[in-house]
């Protein structure tokens, strides 16, 4: 069946010899083994790649016109997403079955995304300022990746469910898309991986909400993958979803190896490679699962972080006053007088509830 199939091939055969090996083929082992193994893999890899980037200076160049404490972050190595996106990649590979179209769909996008970051983060380091690729550009890029993304689950999609909009905490209520769901998907996947990076821009800040809501989406993709637990809860059954459990607990995995790294005060930042293939890891699932507008839920804190960027730049062109000390909002906070540990933990809260409210869209129907 191939080598992409490795382990759940030796699990089958290695059933003859030992039935109990037959836990191998349960989902929900596989995403406990999928977050450890993305756990090790960023505690193994981050030293050496935090050494490395030291070795050939590629540091944060930190904006002069931000608050004056993030000055001193000034040459910390950046490019860090370079170690989520292996160990992402890793534990997918080892225990995801490589013959599921989501899991492609998933991995291959995250990776585009993440190589739009490492040559805008490229293209910062070289020009030794905090701009790198022009915004037309990066959107460029963006936008072909996630139209190639949203029009293969288009063309690919065999049942009705797949290009439905379902609404959350309304049981009987669900749109029929069309060819409008390509526009849907665009959307979702590119407005997400910016959402998730105009939120990277403290210690630790966007990392931990992307851990949360991936293993919330994590949640709805077995939920949605299972017939069973899927008809009780009343979501929609879209089979072969299940697998995109083993997808998210990478990222979760990822995500809580690079965090040892990222805490305050952080020894390595994501940068735009991290950033916004975290972003797009996070669209794309829910896109797969029929849960956009459960991601607007518990992602608010990255519609926020978005919202307070346009509102700002609406307001001073319009009004030629700013709503907000600065955007994004978790900078209007810092200039508030927060500390920055203060307003991660804050708002690693804030997410926490968030998601929370997002599952009990599961049983509130």
Not at 79 to 86: K, T
Not at 190 to 197: F, I, K, P, Q, R
Not at 251 to 269: E, K, R, T
């Amino acid at each position: 069946m191939g080598w992409c199939r490795m382990l759940l091939d030796l699990a089958h055969w290695l059933i003859r010899y030992e039935p109990r090996f037959a836990v191998f083929h349960y989902i929900s082992l596989r995403a406990i083994l999928a977050i450890l193994t993305a756990y090790v893999a960023s505690l193994a890899l981050g030293p050496w790649l935090i050494a490395r980037l030291r070795r050939t200076h590629l540091g944060q160049v930190v904006r002069t016109d931000g608050p004056q404490a993030h000055l001193a972050k000034s040459g910390t190595p950046t490019m860090g997403g370079l170690l989520i996106l292996f160990a992402i990649t890793s534990a997918t590979m080892l225990w995801a079955d490589w013959h599921n179209r989501y899991i492609w769909v998933a991995l291959l996008t995250t990776l585009g995304f993440g190589l739009v970051g490492a040559v805008d983060d490229a293209a910062k380091l070289r020009k030794r300022r905090s701009m790198g690729l022009s915004a037309r550009q990066k959107y460029l890029l963006q936008s072909l990746i996630g139209l190639v993304a949203a029009g293969f689950l288009f063309y690919s999609a065999s049942l009705p469910q797949e290009t439905t909009l379902i609404i959350p905490f309304l049981k009987e209520v669900a749109i029929p898309m069309g060819a409008w769901y390509v526009l849907l998907a665009y959307f979702v996947i590119v407005g997400t991986s910016n959402a998730v990076n105009l939120t990277d821009g403290l210690d630790g800040l966007a990392i931990v909400p992307a851990v949360l809501v991936a293993g919330g989406l994590g949640v709805f993709a077995y939920a949605s993958g299972h017939a069973r637990f899927a008809d009780y809860l009343g979501i929609p059954i879209l089979p072969g979803t299940g697998e995109l459990a083993i997808f998210c607990a990478s990222v979760v995995g990822s995500g809580l190896g690079f965090l040892w790294f990222n805490a305050h005060p952080a020894q390595i930042f994501m940068g735009d490679v991290g950033a916004l293939a975290l972003g797009a890891a996070l669209g794309v699932v829910a896109v797969m699962v029929r849960q956009e507008l459960v991601l607007f839920i518990m992602g608010g804190l990255f519609v926020a972080e978005t919202l307070s960027v346009i509102i700002q730049v609406v307001s001073y062109r319009w009004r030629g006053k700013r709503v907000f000390r600065m955007a994004p909002l978790h900078h209007h906070f810092e200039l508030s007088g927060w500390p920055e540990t203060r307003v991660c933990i804050r708002f690693w809260i804030v997410t926490g509830v968030l998601v929370l409210i997002g599952l009990a869209s599961l049983k509130i129907r």
